[in-house]
């Protein structure tokens, strides 16, 4: 099933082609950030060298260019995640300013009694945010546990939704086991329970044909930079219903109607969340990262991905002294493990010293290390650029490691 040319696709990464130390990159933290091809550099060098100007201002044909260019971005992203409107569709420096958004506006609408749910796998962004984000309001913060393996356990999630629950905010996919959450059946049961619904899309965006009207959830949010685009721009997409009256976040130029000494009114959408010069090159940047994704056969792309993870879950299995941390039945290709006697940091140490690049640690999930009583894990993954013989290169590698460090 694996019809993907991958040394055309490696082709267009410069940054494949470099060594570390003399030995050659094994690129193993897409989950971190994804490599970018030469069609998102060059479309960014492009934007600069051609047509840079503020948007949405000018009386020139330079910002009349820039502005089409950036608002055509918005129209790429628009049609990527299948959005009615491309009004729905904010631009944002990432998923932890999308989330940030949503949670600042909750927090002005949050009651004591109220209640929020999100689970024990989240990442930093969708914990914190919405933990302070209840400690502001007085509502109170609910966790739905997961199972040994890492999979949710969509009966606590049940139970612990209840009337008083007016936002469920859940990761699509987590960073750090690779779970993939069936976030269409739980929005499907929040929303029947009247609560809002976010989404935390950062894993979810680069590995699935993500469809925001499918999903039926009120918000989804990403970042561009783990979707082969430029760090510094993501996307906060909302129902137009929810959106329109949504808390402004920041005020400034760009999301007024009119303004005089003493008071303001605020500007449609998308523009109404949009204060100040956005990231013209990095919406740009981003919007050919989504062409470039779009050309690839994402079913192909995922029965990759599923290969490279099988992989990994074979040659781990056979590897005495490896843990595997996080095993549910639907997951992506992310590979996080421990070592009997090896400490998470010095694997990546002695990894990186053979040119294999995965990141260690607690993934920016604290609380989820806790809760699986793990001091971090080392973690190795995947995207539609790795090879099986990369693959073998990382074990070849761990095999190194074990006998340096146990
Ligand atoms: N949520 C998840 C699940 C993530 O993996 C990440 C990035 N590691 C984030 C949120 C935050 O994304 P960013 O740092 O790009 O804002």
């Given at each position: 099933?694996?019809?993907?040319?991958?040394?055309?696709?490696?082709?267009?990464?410069?940054?494949?082609?470099?060594?570390?130390?003399?030995?050659?990159?094994?690129?193993?933290?897409?989950?971190?950030?994804?490599?970018?091809?030469?069609?998102?550099?060059?479309?960014?060098?492009?934007?600069?060298?051609?047509?840079?100007?503020?948007?949405?201002?000018?009386?020139?044909?330079?910002?009349?260019?820039?502005?089409?260019?950036?608002?055509?971005?918005?129209?790429t992203v628009a049609s990527f995640i299948h959005a009615a409107n491309r009004n729905e569709v904010i631009w944002t420096s990432?998923?932890?300013?999308?989330?940030?958004?949503?949670?600042?506006?909750?927090?002005?609408?949050?009651?004591?009694?109220?209640?929020?749910?999100?689970?024990?796998?989240?990442?930093?962004?969708?914990?914190?945010?919405?933990?302070?984000?209840?400690?502001?309001?007085?509502?109170?913060?609910?966790?739905?546990?997961?199972?040994?393996?890492?999979?949710?356990?969509?009966?606590?999630?049940?139970?612990?939704?209840?009337?008083?629950?007016?936002?469920?905010?859940?990761?699509?996919?987590?960073?750090?086991?690779?779970?993939?959450?069936?976030?269409?059946?739980?929005?499907?049961?929040?929303?029947?329970k009247g609560a809002l619904v976010l989404i935390d899309g950062a894993q979810g965006i680069a590995h699935g044909a993500v469809?925001?009207?499918?999903?039926?959830?009120?918000?989804?949010?990403?970042?561009?930079?783990?979707?082969?685009?430029?760090?510094?721009?993501?996307?906060?997409?909302?129902?137009?219903?929810?959106?329109?009256?949504?808390?402004?976040?920041?005020?400034?130029?760009?999301?007024?109607?009119?303004?005089?000494?003493?008071?303001?009114?605020?500007?449609?959408?998308?523009?109404?969340?949009?204060?100040?010069?956005?990231?013209?090159?990095?919406?740009?940047?981003?919007?050919?990262?989504?062409?470039?994704?779009?050309?690839?056969?994402?079913?192909?792309?995922?029965?990759?991905?599923?290969?490279?993870?099988?992989?990994?879950?074979?040659?781990?299995?056979?590897?005495?002294?490896?843990?595997?941390?996080?095993?549910?039945?639907?997951?992506?290709?992310?590979?996080?493990?421990?070592?009997?006697?090896?400490?998470?940091?010095?694997?990546?140490?002695?990894?990186?010293?053979?040119?294999?690049?995965?990141?260690?640690?607690?993934?920016?999930?604290?609380?989820?290390?806790?809760?699986?009583?793990?001091?971090?894990?080392?973690?190795?993954?995947?995207?539609?650029?790795?090879?099986?013989?990369?693959?073998?290169?990382?074990?070849?590698?761990?095999?190194?490691?074990?006998?340096?460090?146990?």
């Amino acid at each position: 099933p694996d019809s993907l040319n991958l040394e055309a696709i490696r082709a267009q990464f410069p940054i494949l082609h470099r060594q570390i130390d003399g030995k050659p990159l094994v690129y193993l933290d897409n989950a971190a950030t994804t490599q970018k091809p030469v069609a998102v550099i060059q479309a960014i060098t492009d934007f600069y060298t051609q047509c840079n100007a503020n948007v949405h201002r000018g009386a020139h044909q330079l910002a009349d260019e820039a502005t089409r260019r950036f608002e055509q971005a918005r129209d790429t992203v628009a049609s990527f995640i299948h959005a009615a409107n491309r009004n729905e569709v904010i631009w944002t420096s990432g998923t932890t300013e999308a989330i940030n958004i949503v949670a600042h506006g909750m927090a002005q609408r949050l009651q004591p009694r109220d209640e929020v749910l999100v689970t024990e796998m989240e990442h930093h962004a969708n914990l914190v945010t919405w933990q302070q984000a209840c400690l502001r309001s007085g509502a109170s913060l609910k966790i739905v546990p997961i199972d040994d393996n890492g999979a949710l356990n969509t009966e606590a999630f049940s139970r612990l939704l209840t009337e008083r629950t007016r936002m469920v905010a859940l990761p699509h996919v987590s960073n750090a086991l690779g779970t993939i959450n069936p976030i269409k059946a739980l929005t499907a049961e929040a929303k029947a329970k009247g609560a809002l619904v976010l989404i935390d899309g950062a894993q979810g965006i680069a590995h699935g044909a993500v469809d925001v009207i499918d999903i039926g959830a009120d918000f989804y949010v990403f970042s561009g930079h783990k979707l082969f685009g430029p760090t510094g721009v993501g996307v906060l997409w909302g129902k137009a219903e929810v959106l329109h009256n949504w808390p402004v976040w920041q005020t400034g130029g760009e999301m007024i109607a009119e303004v005089s000494y003493q008071t303001a009114t605020w500007g449609e959408l998308p523009n109404r969340l949009e204060a100040g010069t956005p990231n013209i090159a990095g919406a740009i940047g981003l919007a050919a990262a989504i062409d470039w994704f779009q050309q690839l056969d994402i079913k192909a792309v995922q029965a990759h991905e599923r290969a490279l993870l099988a992989h990994a879950t074979k040659l781990g299995q056979a590897f005495a002294g490896l843990q595997m941390v996080g095993t549910a039945p639907d997951k992506i290709g992310v590979f996080s493990f421990l070592l009997q006697g090896c400490h998470p940091a010095d694997i990546g140490f002695i990894l990186d010293r053979q040119g294999i690049a995965i990141r260690t640690g607690s993934h920016c999930a604290q609380p989820l290390m806790q809760r699986l009583g793990l001091p971090g894990t080392a973690r190795a993954s995947f995207s539609v650029y790795n090879t099986l013989d990369e693959v073998d290169a990382l074990f070849l590698a761990l095999h190194k490691t074990q006998q340096m460090l146990a």
